[in-house]
């Protein structure tokens, strides 16, 4: 268990490095650039602002920052008009001011960042009035939005075409690995080791059933792509080709695993309960699925692959059973198998 949490951290410190150092080294560059542009002696704004656009986990980086900007002009204009009532009952300024400004944000539709900018933009233009609060932190605000819109639009945008793409890779070769496994259990089986092939299919199985995190993975790149093609610069150059990967891999990633579960769970009950042995064509056909499923998963481009061979005919009905289920794996792989497939290197 305790090695188990260990990767779990360590693998969301691998998720989190490039954002946070990119949002970072943002930060200071907006404090250095606030203090040459505007002479402000502690542009803390300017700095926040940047952390808060380029932060880890956020599903787009641009969209935080125009929401972060527009959720700060509408708290100072509405903090700046909240100024012009009575000061006798100071607190009801504060909440009313606060009021108007999240529920105006609200309507604009927008993350909730927005009119949670809104709201502490009122508040401080309240507070602590509006010569610090007001067009000092308008200018710190707009200085890290500036430079969080060029780290996360043009400087340290991702590719989404290459996420979508390592995504479906990771899942091809994760069921191309799982088959050959499958393959040597067949083989195993044909030789008089029944045993063995059991055991051996049961692995495969498991490899299968792992390969649900890499399809997670996928529709997680997809959606990850499709964000940056409507809200970064890079993403809108490539976003016919993201528009293309989505379709060809969105739900066909979900029958390429479900069909390759099927098979390996066909696989493992028929040789728990068959006592014939496997058709010898059954372990070719497997091997020639898996190489094709590798052969995509190494970015190579290839040619529709023909349909599978009869390769039970005539044998008993539990591996006549497993033939049809490989040939739903080939038959989605021949889907795939077009020439615009992307072989990326």
Known sequence: MPASIGARWLGRLGLAWRDAFAASLAAALAWMVSVAAFGHSHPVFAAVTALVCLAPGLPSHGRQAVGLMLGVTTGIVVGELALL???????????LGSFLAILIAAGYGQPPVVPIQAGVSAVLVLAVGPAQAGLVRYLDVAVGTTIGLVFSQILMTP?????IDDAARDLLRRLAEALQG????????????????????????QAVSAAHASLIGLHAGIAAAQGAARWSLRGRLT????RDMAARYDRRGIRLYASALLFAE???NT???EEAPPPPELGQEIDRVARICAGFAAGVAQSVPPAPAAAATGAAPGWRHCAEQLQAVAEVLAVLGTPSTPARG
């Open 85 to 95: 009532l009575p000061d006798t009952y100071p607190l009801l300024r504060v909440g």
């Open 159 to 163: 590719d989404p075409v290459r996420q």
């Open 182 to 205: 499958c393959r040597a259990a067949v083989e195993a089986a044909a030789a008089g080791r029944p045993e063995e092939g059991l055991e051996r299919a049961r692995a495969g199985l």
């Open 239 to 242: 976003a016919p080709e993201v």
């Open 266 to 268: 066909g696989l493992a």
């Open 271 to 273: 040789l728990r309960r």
